[in-house]
């Protein structure tokens, strides 16, 4: 779903202007974040974990648990829409600069929890 999402969404280009045309939606989510997209969409875990299940071997959770670090790719979406939002506010004010850490630290303290 991530993929067709993602696929379908409007875009901000160079120029600051919102584009909305399908076919050159998905020209530059082609050339911006699919591949990315689709390694984060790879269920690398279950393949792995199909395979154990198949040949009778007892499964091994913990490298289970360390194949689904590439999901963790997944968070250079969100980099780069708070980098957009940050470069959109002014940090000469007291305002602007909160305006470009909270979101950063929402996403590090998410983080961070998530791991601890």
Same mark, same amino acid.
């Given at each position: 779903l991530d993929l067709v999402f993602h696929s379908l969404l +409007?875009?901000?280009n160079k120029?600051? @202007?919102l584009v909305y045309d399908l076919a050159k939606i998905r020209r530059h989510y082609l050339g911006h974040?699919? &591949?990315v997209s689709f390694l984060v969409s790879?269920?690398?875990d279950y393949i @792995?974990?199909?395979m154990f299940a &198949? +040949?009778?071997l007892k499964r091994p959770h913990s490298t289970l648990a360390w194949l689904r670090v590439p999901k &963790? &790719?997944?968070l250079l979406y969100l980099y780069t829409s708070l980098q957009a939002k940050a470069s959109d506010t002014k940090a000469d004010t007291i305002q602007g600069g909160i305006k470009r850490l909270l979101p950063m630290m929402v +996403?590090?303290?998410h983080i961070l929890t998530c791991v601890w």
């Amino acid at each position: 779903l991530d993929l067709v999402f993602h696929s379908l969404l +409007a875009y901000t280009n160079k120029k600051s @202007v919102l584009v909305y045309d399908l076919a050159k939606i998905r020209r530059h989510y082609l050339g911006h974040g699919f &591949l990315v997209s689709f390694l984060v969409s790879i269920p690398f875990d279950y393949i @792995v974990w199909g395979m154990f299940a &198949l +040949a009778n071997l007892k499964r091994p959770h913990s490298t289970l648990a360390w194949l689904r670090v590439p999901k &963790l &790719l997944s968070l250079l979406y969100l980099y780069t829409s708070l980098q957009a939002k940050a470069s959109d506010t002014k940090a000469d004010t007291i305002q602007g600069g909160i305006k470009r850490l909270l979101p950063m630290m929402v +996403a590090m303290s998410h983080i961070l929890t998530c791991v601890w």
